[in-house]
């Protein structure tokens, strides 16, 4: 049974960091590409960052270039999403997702878990 679990949320001011972990269990963590999605209250979930299971960054949506880093350590079966610079836009439930395959999360089709979101709030 594979499980997803998000940490790292919480309530910080515009220009704050915070770096949101995901632990896998239940599969080889290794194998699978995964990603970051975020969901606004009202808006539709969005993908944020994806990441190969080599560590190569597929993708980053353009509001958050420059600020997020996805990175991954297989070892710990562990994927990570460091954010700088927050802004209040940036204010969501952020999930992580694992993918079918080992390179591309294109879109939401290619995600086959969740975890359960971590959110986090950025007050201006």
């Known amino acids: 049974q594979v499980q997803l679990v998000e940490s790292g949320g919480g309530l910080v001011e515009a220009g704050d960091s915070l770096r949101l972990s995901c632990a896998a269990s239940?599969?080889?963590?290794?194998?699978?590409?995964m990603a970051w999605y975020r969901q606004a209250p009202g808006k539709e979930r969005e993908k944020v960052a994806t990441?190969?299971?080599?560590?190569?960054?597929?993708y980053y949506v353009d509001s958050v270039k420059g600020r997020f880093t996805i990175s991954r350590d297989n070892a710990k079966n562990t994927v990570y999403l460091q954010m700088n610079s927050l802004k209040p836009e940036d204010t969501a439930v952020y999930y992580c997702?694992?993918?079918?395959?080992?390179?591309?999360?294109?879109?939401?089709?290619?995600?086959?878990?969740w975890g359960k979101g971590t959110l986090v709030t950025v007050s201006s």
């Open positions: 239940g599969r080889t963590f290794s194998s699978y590409a």
């Open positions: 997702a694992s993918g079918k395959g080992a390179s591309v999360i294109a879109s939401i089709n290619d995600v086959d878990h």
């Open positions: 990441i190969s299971w080599t560590g190569v960054i597929n």
